[in-house]
Every structure is written in C-alpha cells, then in structure tokens.
C-alpha cells in the first residue's frame, strides 16, 4: 500500500498533477482528493443544476456526488474511463435517481446558459433575436433525457466528442451521429415553433 506524502518531505504540488497521478495519491491522502474536488467540483455543479433547476437540490447532489467518489476512489482504476467520466457517470446517476424518486418533469433553466453570441455547431447560433431563442429552449426542454445530456456535455461543458463517449458509454462516432441528428431535430423543432408563434401573431 502507499504511503501518504508526508507534509514535511516537500509535499507535491497537486495541481501540476494530471488526474490519474492524483487519483492514486488520493486513494491515500485527503488533500490529493480535495485537489480533484476543486478541479471539478464547478463542472459537476453546473451539470447537475442544469439537470435538476434549482440550486439548492444541485448542492446536495453534488456533494453526494463527491462523497460517493471519495467511498469508491479505492476500487477505481483507469480503465478506458477517465476520472472527469467516472465523476459524470456517478452524477448521472444520481440524478436520475432524483428524478425518479420525485417523479417530477425535468426543470431545464436553460436561458441561464443559451449567451447571445454565437457558437460553433451550437444551437443558439440560429437563434437570433429573443424569440427566437426562447423558442429554441422550449424545443431543446422537449428533448428526450439523453439528447439533453449531449446538448449539456457538448454546448455548455464544451467536451469533444471522445469525453463524451467516454461519460455516455457510446463511441465517438455514435455521439456525432446523435449530436447531428439532435441538431437536426432542433431545427425542425424551432421551425415549426416559429411558423405557429407567426400565424399566432398575423390572427392577433
């Protein structure tokens, strides 16, 4: 088994390490642990608030996140799996366990993230003006659980698409094909929205 770095001995500077050198220091010391902690807890946050819509469920999530991490860090090993996507893997989870327990429909706050500028292959670079936009995330709130956790993943966390094969367990080549067909759905989605929300507007 190692050992703990010892403080008195230069102890290393956790955030010069890449992750699977800090996962094996963590396995032993709390610090190293804290150090992933900090170097993903936002990511997670922002995942989990985005998947639940409110802050305060978000928090705890999160922290349960990491503290399940901390009770099975023993057992992880780099397999193919990195540590960013075990930790995605397990807020998965959880999540979805939230929402099955509560048997409630997805809040989505969506506008918190959708910025005005526009974005490579995102979905808000053919939304244009504020309608448009709102209801681009009427149509993205319709989305089944797995295309809003590619949208998530690919949009806001910004991950190419090997991440997210990783977080997703499909292959890079699948997760394209499912981000473009997604894309494509959305258009159609925000077309037919735009089209009624005009015959809406030409009747008023």
Known sequence: MKRPWKRENNPPDFKTLDDIELVELA?????????????YVTKIYNYVYY???NHHDAEDLTAMVFYRALGHIENYTERGIPFQAWLYRIAHNLVANWHRDRGRRKIIPL?????????FEAPDQ???NEEERTLLLESIRQLPPERQQLIILKFIEKMPNAEIGQIMGRTEGAIKSLYHRTLSALREELDLRMNQSRVTDQKG
């Not at 396995?27 to 170097?39: P, S, T, V």
């Not at 506008?111 to 974005?119: L, S």
């Open 27 to 39: 396995k032993n010391d709390q610090e190293a642990f804290g150090a992933l902690y900090e170097r």
């Open 51 to 53: 998947r639940t819509g």
């Open 111 to 119: 506008d918190e993230y959708v910025g005005p500028g526009p974005q």
């Open 126 to 128: 053919y939304a244009e």
